[in-house]
Structure formats: C-alpha cells, structure tokens
C-alpha cells in the first residue's frame, strides 16, 4: 500500500489542529453583527468610548482595537480602563487602569496591554476609552452594526453597534485551557490522532478505490 | 467497499467520543427534559415514591455545577435555588415543562428507563451519559444503513464519498451524542431511505413499502420529529405506485395508504397526540408574510445544519459558514445540472432525496413559523443520507469524469478540515 497520501493527510489534519489549538486565542464571545463594518473616521480628542465584553478565559491580558490613525509629529494618547460589571452592567470594580501611547510613526490603533486578569472566565467587562490627546493626528475606529444597543455607547450615547476588536488571554488557546488540565488533554490528543487516522484511512480508500494494495 | 464502511465507522466513533469528552452534560438542546422524563419512566418500573420522580432538582443542581447558566449566558434565578423546571425563570420553555407530561410520547422514554433501571440508581449525570451512548448507537446504525441506502442508489465511488461526508459531517456527530430521542428519528429517516431505493431499485415493492411505512409509524409514535416521515412515505409510495406497479395496482395501493394514514391518525392516540400537539403548539399566525424573518429563519436552519453548538449558543466563525455556503452552492447548482444531464436513476434518486427535503422544509415551516422559534438544522437529519447524496451529485456535477476521484477526496477532505476546525475554535474554547 502506497502510504503517500495517508500520511499527507494525517500530518495536514494534525498540523492544522496543532496550529489552532496553540496560536488561536477565542478569549472572547463573538458578537452578533448585524451587518459589514464600516470605519468611523476622525474621532475628536476627549470622545469616550465604553464596550461590554464577555470573556470566556483566564488570564485576560489584552484588548486589541481595530483602527487606525495617521503619523504625525507627536504621540497620541488614550487612556483605557477595564471596569468589570455584572449582568445587568452595573459596575463592580475597576481591574485595570492604563495609558496607551501611540508612536508618531505608527498608524494600526490600538492595543491596550496589561497584568493578565486571573479569573476573567464567564466575567463581564466594560472597556472605557478615552481619546486623550492626538497631537494633530487623524484616529479612525472600526465598529460593527449589531441589533441591541447595549454593548457600545459614545460620549454617554448608546448606540447599536459595536467597536470591533479582539481579545487575548493567557488561557485563551486551547493550548492555554488544557495546560490546567493534563489528563483531558491526553484523552482529546488520543482522540485527535485516531480521528485522523480514521479520516486519513477513509481519503486513502476513496482515492485507491477501496483497494489498499493498489500503488 | 466494507473497508470504506469500517473507516468511516472509526472517524464516526472517534468524533462521537470527541464530542462526549468535550460536551459538558446539559449542554446537547434540551437533555435535561429528555433525562427527567426517562428519570419518570424508570420511577415508574421500580415502583420508586417519591415527590421528584423526574429528578428535576437533581437535574438543575447538577447543570448550576456544570455551568448551564454561564453558557446559556442567562443569569440564574433569583432566590432560593430552582427545584423544578418551572421556576428555572428564563429558560422555562426551554427545556421543557413538566416531566410527568403525558405529551410526550413513551416508547423511547419507557425503553430507556427500563435500561436505567437495569442497574442500581445513580447519578443523574451518569444517566444522561447512558442516554447519550444509546444515541450513539442510534448513529452507528445509521451509518450502516446509510451506506446499504447509497449501495442502491450511487456508484461504488458515491457509496464511498456519502458514507465518508456522514462519518465527518461537523453537526451529525455532535447531534448524535445527545441524550434523546432524536438520533433514533435519524436512524428512522436512514432506514425510510434505505427502503425507498430498496423499492425503486428492487423486485419487490410491497415488502418495501410495508417496511418503511413501519418505520416511519413507528417514528412518528417515537417523537414529533417523526411524523414528517408519514407524508414522505407517502410521497415515496405514490411515486414507486406510478412508475414500479400496474396502473390498476398504483391505484388501489394509493387509495389504500391514505385510507390507512386517516385511519392511523385517527385512531393510534401516540400519533394523534403527536399531530395535535405540533399543530396546537403552533396556533399563532404565520410568520410567511415577514420576508426578513423567513431570510433569518432559512439562514439559521442552514447554518445550524452544518454547525451549532450548546442550545445554539455557539456557533462557527462566520468565514466558516461562508465555505460551507460556496460548496452548498455549487452542489445545488450542480444538482439541476445532474437533473438536467443524467437520465433514469440519478434523475430519480434526485426528486426523492428532493422529496425528502421539501417535506421536512414544509414540516419544520408549518410548526416554527407559527412558533416563531428558529428550529436548528438537525431536525433535517432524519434526511441526513439524502441530503449527503445530494450534495455529492451536485459537486460530482463539477467534476470531468476523469477526476471524479480526485473531487470525492477533495469534498470529503474539505469537510473533515471544516470539522477540524469546528472542533479546534469552538467545542474547545467554549466548553475546556
């Protein structure tokens, strides 16, 4: 039996569950959008933003916008803060404090970093973002349109979107979630593997025509 | 072929256990009523007193534990923890009302309580685990007969190609390791299936249809689900009366099946009671006239055929579902073009595996969009086999002849990489 595309097979099915499960984070709840996103350009000095975000990990230590802003002379400055709240949005405490600084010659925006929050699985946050300065520089956020308007406010408005941004958690991986968990990850790594046996076994016979001999 | 059978009985099984290691109990759409009410049933052989013969208490203790709440992103109830589904608030109706419900129906309960209580009473977790390898069982069968179906009705390489798309469809796995009866109605679409090309194909008709309208009887006594079966057998009796029998035959056997159909529905109280029920749960004006709400409707029903995950609270990433929706497309225009192109059988395995569909589309639309609940892709898996045979004619359709073995590998490659990275990005962020 030729074992050429067995084996090709196996690998790709082990390569692309490898990849995934150690570099995609899925810290967070996608939300419900309702249609494409568009870019709001030009966001003044002093807007203030607050998103709602649930987070399904430990070890929340990132929030990633998506935006942009044009190079200038200066740094611009936003201050960010992770309030976390409960179901209703009420608040609970404050988690972390920060100032992000935006280089002169950078133009994505923004990525606010900080000290992993240990138990952030199943919790709730409110992202508030502050437009502090941008030293003539042009800021642009992309935001999504979602059904409910209560996940996103302007300047104290509520508004039926969302901004759009990504999440990352210490424990955001799967690579991240199973480290806690060695047994388990045995388990689904046996299964994987004679998952992919399986599937590999089955593409082979299809492509021999059911006979294993054939070269 | 039997190797290609034995192969994708191992990918089946491997990603059944996948699914029952990953899937936190409670977590399959609406175990916890399916369980109580098998709880009932097996209070009642045992001869077991108690105020809780559903075990309801037990049941919300045991999905609070588990995190049921988190990931139906409800808060709990307020106050004193709930002790019955009724006061569980939000997720009321649900999971269901009232165990003791002579609703629902008892051939699959009352067998699945006796099985429980074959063994000493214990946790209702290890009950539901119970109930989820009897669906897995259910699977395996339909696996089986699947493949006797596609043994029938497509060439060896087809046979092959269904059987393998089957054993890696992302939603089929995960659907057949829920703890009730609905893999049983699936395995009951397969045999129907199996039946009907058995009656297209085979000598004899009648054994056939005698066959297959009592499956699909005995379906419809199972669950609602079920009785969706009733007009495709008919439809599939009707057809095999025009184009297999002598005129004077295809009449009396007609004539004869709606005789019996009336009589059935009107008589057996389980199907009775399930047609009532369906019919008087969805009392409310149609929602046809709302064409944004039928695009929602129709959207969600095909997502959700494809992937859906915990009470339809996850679902696959949106450019997941865009290549499941190219490769759908090109089947489906592939199909007219197989229609249109091909003569005699793939013209006719078409209009029934069609037939199929269209009947559980009207089934599903008649009760939801009354309901105007979004019913989940599953409810078509009682057509699972035929769909599959569909979707492999349309991409064949695609394919010159001589690569025809090259596209099967391709299609069945792309849908086990899809499950891959079902598993990867979303079973396993939501539920490790």
Same mark, same amino acid.
């Given at each position: 039996?030729?074992l050429?595309?067995?084996?090709?097979?196996?690998?790709v099915?082990?390569?692309v569950?490898?990849?995934?499960?150690?570099?995609?984070?899925?810290?967070?709840q996608?939300?419900?959008?309702?249609?494409?996103?568009?870019?709001?350009?030009?966001?003044?000095?002093?807007?203030?933003?607050t998103?709602?975000?649930?987070?399904?990990a430990?070890?929340?230590?990132?929030?990633r916008?998506?935006?942009?802003?044009?190079?200038?002379g200066?740094?611009?400055?936003?201050r960010?803060?992770?309030?976390?709240t409960d179901?209703?949005g009420a608040?609970?405490?404050?988690?972390?404090?920060?100032?992000v600084?935006?280089?002169?010659?950078?133009?994505?925006?923004?990525?606010?970093?900080?000290?992993?929050?240990?138990?952030?699985?199943?919790?709730?946050?409110?992202?508030?973002?502050r437009?502090?300065?941008?030293g003539?520089r042009q800021?642009?956020?992309?935001?999504?349109?979602?059904?409910?308007?209560?996940?996103?406010?302007i300047?104290?408005?509520?508004?039926?979107?969302?901004?759009?941004?990504?999440t990352f958690a210490?424990?955001?991986?799967?690579?991240g979630?199973?480290?806690?968990?060695p047994?388990?990850?045995?388990l689904?790594v046996?299964?994987?593997?004679?998952?992919?046996?399986?599937?590999?076994?089955?593409?082979?016979?299809?492509?021999?025509?059911?006979?294993?001999?054939?070269? | 072929?039997?190797?290609?059978?034995?192969?994708?009985?191992?990918?089946?099984?491997s990603?059944?256990?996948l699914?029952?290691?990953?899937?936190?109990?409670?977590?399959?759409?609406?175990?916890?009523?399916?369980?109580?009410?098998?709880?009932?049933?097996?209070?009642?052989i045992?001869?077991?007193?108690?105020?809780?013969?559903?075990?309801?208490a037990?049941?919300?203790?045991?999905?609070?534990?588990?995190?049921?709440?988190?990931?139906?992103?409800?808060p709990?109830?307020?106050?004193?923890?709930p002790?019955?589904?009724?006061?569980?608030?939000?997720v009321?109706?649900?999971?269901?009302?009232?165990p003791?419900s002579?609703?629902y129906?008892?051939?699959?309960y009352?067998?699945?309580g006796?099985?429980?209580?074959?063994?000493?009473?214990g946790?209702?977790?290890?009950?539901?685990?119970?109930?989820?390898?009897?669906s897995?069982?259910?699977?395996a069968?339909?696996?089986?007969?699947?493949f006797?179906?596609?043994?029938l009705?497509?060439?060896e390489?087809?046979?092959?190609?269904?059987?393998?798309?089957?054993a890696?469809?992302?939603?089929?796995?995960?659907?057949?390791?829920t703890?009730?009866?609905?893999?049983?109605?699936?395995?009951?679409?397969?045999l129907?299936?199996?039946?009907?090309?058995?009656?297209?194909?085979?000598?004899?008709?009648?054994?056939?249809?005698?066959?297959?309208?009592?499956?699909?009887i005995?379906a419809?006594?199972?669950?609602?689900?079920?009785?969706?079966?009733?007009p495709? %057998?008919?439809?599939? *009796? @009707?057809? &095999?009366? $025009?184009?297999? /029998?002598?005129p004077?035959? #295809?009449?009396?056997? =007609? !004539?004869?099946?709606?005789?019996?159909?009336?009589?059935?529905?009107?008589?057996?109280?389980a199907?009775?009671?399930?047609?009532e029920?369906?019919?008087?749960a969805?009392s409310?004006?149609?929602?046809?006239?709302d064409?944004?709400?039928?695009?929602?409707?129709?959207?969600?029903?095909?997502t959700s055929?494809?992937?859906?995950?915990g009470?339809v609270r996850?679902?696959?990433?949106?450019?997941w579902?865009?290549?499941?929706?190219?490769?759908?497309?090109?089947?489906s225009?592939?199909?007219?073009?197989?229609?249109?192109r091909?003569?005699? %059988?793939?013209?006719? *395995? @078409?209009? &029934?595996? $069609?037939v199929? /569909?269209?009947?559980?589309? #009207?089934?599903?639309? =008649? !009760?939801?969009?009354?309901?105007r609940v979004?019913?989940?892709?599953?409810?078509?898996?009682?057509?699972?086999?035929?769909?599959?045979?569909?979707?492999?004619?349309?991409?064949?359709?695609?394919?010159?002849?001589?690569?025809?073995t090259?596209?099967a590998v391709a299609?069945?490659?792309?849908?086990?990489?899809?499950?891959?990275?079902?598993?990867?990005?979303?079973a396993?962020?939501a539920?490790?």
């Open positions: 039996m030729r050429g595309l067995p084996v090709a097979v196996f690998l099915l082990a390569v569950e490898a990849l995934t499960v150690a570099f995609v984070d899925t810290s967070i996608p939300l419900d959008r309702t249609d494409s996103p568009f870019q709001v350009r030009d966001v003044a000095a002093g807007t203030v933003f998103q709602r975000l649930e987070v399904r430990n070890g929340l230590n990132e929030v916008l998506k935006g942009g802003m044009s190079v200038g200066r740094p611009a400055v936003l960010v803060q992770l309030v976390e179901a209703q608040t609970v405490r404050v988690v972390r404090t920060g100032r600084e935006v280089a002169a010659d950078e133009t994505r925006c923004c990525a606010f970093r900080f000290e992993p929050v240990g138990a952030s699985r199943w919790r709730r946050y409110r992202l508030e973002l437009v502090e300065e941008l003539g800021l642009s956020l992309w935001l999504a349109p979602a059904e409910s308007d209560d996940s996103l406010t300047n104290a408005r509520p508004r039926s979107a969302f901004l759009v941004f990504r210490t424990a955001g991986t799967g690579a979630r199973l480290a806690t968990a047994g388990r990850r045995h689904l046996l299964l994987a593997l004679i998952y992919n046996a399986g599937v590999a076994g089955a593409l082979s016979l299809l492509a021999t025509g059911w006979n294993p001999r054939r070269a | 072929m039997q190797l290609a059978l034995a192969a994708a009985a191992v990918v089946l099984l990603r059944m256990a699914s029952l290691a990953i899937v936190p109990p409670w977590q399959q759409p609406d175990e916890p009523i399916h369980v109580a009410i098998a709880e009932v049933w097996r209070s009642r045992t001869g077991e007193g108690t105020s809780d013969r559903g075990r309801e037990e049941i919300i203790d045991s999905m609070i534990r588990h995190h049921w709440w988190h990931h139906y992103q409800k709990l109830p307020a106050g004193p923890q002790i019955r589904f009724v006061s569980t608030g939000a009321v109706s649900t999971i269901g009302l009232d003791e002579p609703s129906a008892p051939p699959y009352a067998t699945v006796w099985l429980l209580s074959l063994v000493p009473r946790t209702v977790e290890r009950d539901l685990y119970v109930m989820r390898l009897v897995m069982l259910c699977a069968i339909t696996l089986w007969v699947g006797l179906a596609c043994r009705a497509l060439d390489l087809g046979v092959a190609t269904v059987t393998s798309l089957l890696v469809h992302p939603q089929f796995a995960i659907a057949s390791t703890a009730g009866p609905d893999a049983l109605v699936t395995l009951a679409g397969a129907v299936w199996w039946q009907t090309m058995q009656a297209l194909r085979g000598t004899s008709q009648f054994r056939s249809l005698a066959l297959l309208w009592l499956v699909s005995g419809a006594i199972v669950d609602r689900l079920g009785v969706a079966l009733l495709i %057998a008919l439809c599939v *009796t @009707i057809m &095999v009366s $025009a184009t297999r /029998l002598r004077r035959h #295809a009449v009396g056997l =007609v !004539v004869c099946t709606v005789v019996a159909i009336l009589i059935s529905v009107g008589t057996i109280p199907i009775r009671g399930q047609v029920f369906s019919l008087r969805a409310g004006p149609s929602a046809l006239g064409l944004d709400y039928i695009r929602r409707f129709v959207a969600f029903l095909y055929w494809w992937y859906s995950l009470w996850y679902q696959a990433p949106e450019w579902s865009i290549v499941t929706g190219l490769v759908t497309i090109a089947a225009v592939g199909v007219v073009r197989q229609f249109f091909r003569g005699g %059988a793939t013209r006719e *395995t @078409i209009v &029934v595996a $069609a199929n /569909l269209i009947v559980l589309l #009207a089934a599903v639309g =008649v !009760v939801f969009l009354r309901l979004g019913p989940q892709g599953r409810y078509f898996f009682p057509a699972i086999v035929p769909s599959l045979t569909l979707l492999w004619l349309g991409t064949d359709a695609w394919v010159p002849k001589r690569y025809r090259a596209g299609l069945v490659g792309v849908v086990a990489v899809l499950d891959v990275l079902a598993w990867t990005l979303v396993l962020s539920y490790t």
